[in-house]
């Protein structure tokens, strides 16, 4: 089920309206007329959303009078025709964090009588859609994790790690009474979302591994998931405290939720079959393809400054889920697990602990960001199969929080579910090591979006 925006859609439509109305409002996007030293015979105003710049302008009274408006944009060559009292516009598929420039000619007779051009750029980020998945009351307000599910009914769950709740208002959230739970689930159903958490009681998380009754020990994180029919089937990761301090979590096991449709009941938690190495992470990205299932997992070859990681697959059945899996040798499948080999093409990027796979135009697609402490490039490789091997190596996006001193960002994630003019969604996790700021300013700890061509992936 794809959730589908054509033209000026819902989610765009929301955001041209309250973007339209921002634009009249401050001069942050003014700039000096570069030509000379007159005043401007338009004072421009810009926000911008995603990949779309929103304009808006008045007369200075300055300026010669005119019929009417050319305003081109430089990088894609656009040109819009505005009446003399138009006061905006707008221009999308623009590029991301590169410079562009506007500009405006004033129009008379035919002849060009006075022109204003400005210079800038947009950071790319869908800022709209974050407000509506992420929100300041009434579901998840902050958090990792972030992957997604598309259900049968037209629903996503978004299958989130550490998360808060509560309410948050200019920015802040208080820390009198604010629980931090392991992790949560966001149920998406056009535009309007719920959280699930308190399996167990309050302060108990979305999903609590059996017998566990003090989650600070021991938790669940998310791993990923799809849906079959009515049922909804989620990797989560089995944790522990192996060691003082907020990086001594270790890895134990992963576990197959199984939960009912549309409730989203549980009914079973199982182990998965693999019980070798804690160093292989099974369940962090799991592909649907019909016939199989395919369920890949993340290896840290070296963790360090200079990490190395590898990504092997193994494949089952729905039937056989937690029972009996096959592994990809490079060649053929056996069901010895330590015969499993790395899928080829993926060296010159070390996959992140959390990634996916999913298909996009006939082809398959493993989306990760380098695992590089804060290198913030996010990639995609391309096969013709789900176990490769992987070529087109693609650069889609680089994040920005990571230059200011003492945030990180890691794991991004797609969410191919969501379409909008040929382009997909995607995600990555913004954090701090300052945890005091998680109160002080919640965007330090919530994802950021933004939406990248189809074309651009596959080509």
């Known amino acids: 089920m794809k959730f589908v925006v054509q033209g000026m859609g819902m989610v765009s439509a929301i955001l041209f309206a309250a973007l339209s109305i921002s634009c009249g409002e401050g001069d942050d996007g003014r700039r000096e007329n570069p030509f000379d030293n007159r005043p401007s015979f338009v004072e421009v105003r810009t926000s911008s959303n995603a990949d779309t710049l929103f304009l808006s302008w ?83 307000t902050g958090g990792d994790g972030m992957y997604s599910v598309a259900l049968p009914d037209g629903r996503s769950v978004f299958l989130m790690g550490d998360s808060w709740l509560g309410t948050v208002v200019d920015g802040q959230r208080s820390s009198a009474g604010n629980h931090m739970y392991r992790n949560t689930y966001i149920l998406y159903d ?72 549309p409730e989203m009941t549980l009914v079973a938690t199982t182990p998965i079959p693999f019980t070798g190495s804690p160093d292989v992470h099974y369940g962090m990205a799991a592909l649907d393809d019909g016939n199989f299932i395919y369920v890949y997992a993340q290896v ?74 804060n290198s913030g490039e996010i990639y995609t490789f391309v096969s013709d199969t789900p176990y490769g091997p992987w070529r087109n190596r693609r650069l889609i996006f680089r994040t920005y929080e990571q230059n200011t001193p003492g945030l990180f960002t890691y794991n991004a994630m797609a969410h191919p579910q969501f379409e909008r003019d040929g382009m997909i969604l995607v995600s990555y996790n913004v954090n701090t090591e300052d945890f005091s700021q998680q109160f002080s300013d919640v965007s330090t700890y919530r994802p950021r979006f933004f939406w990248v061509s189809k074309e651009k992936i596959l080509n």
């Open 58 to 140: 008045t007369r200075s009274g300055e300026g010669p009078d005119f019929e009417r408006l050319r305003i081109e944009e430089s990088s894609t060559g656009v040109v819009r025709e505005a009446e003399s009292d138009t006061e905006s516009c707008f221009f999308t598929r623009l590029p991301y964090n590169e410079t562009f420039s506007v500009t405006f000619s004033a129009i008379d007779g035919g002849e060009v009588v006075d022109t204003y051009r400005l210079d800038t750029r947009i950071s790319g980020l869908d800022e709209t859609f974050a407000k509506v998945l992420i929100r300041d009351s009434g579901s998840v």
């Open 300 to 373: 840290d070859v070296r963790n360090d400054a200079n990490p190395v990681s590898d990504v092997l697959v193994a494949r089952t059945t729905v039937e056989n889920l937690a029972t009996d899996w096959e592994y990809y040798t490079g060649g053929s499948w056996s069901d010895n697990p330590s015969s499993a080999a790395k899928l080829e093409g993926l060296a010159s990027v070390p996959v992140s602990s959390q990634f996916n796979v999913f298909k996009l135009g006939g082809k398959y697609v493993l989306l990760t960001q380098k695992k590089n402490f």
């Open 190 to 261: 056009e535009g309007k979302v719920s959280a699930i958490a308190e399996a167990n009681g309050p302060n108990t998380s979305g999903a609590v591994p059996p017998g566990v009754t003090d989650e600070g020990k021991k938790w669940y994180w998310p791993g990923h998931g799809f849906a079959r029919e009515d049922r909804l089937y989620v990797f989560q990761t089995l944790m522990y405290q192996g060691g003082a301090g907020m990086w001594s979590f270790m890895y134990e096991t992963t576990h197959i939720l199984e939960y009912a449709l």
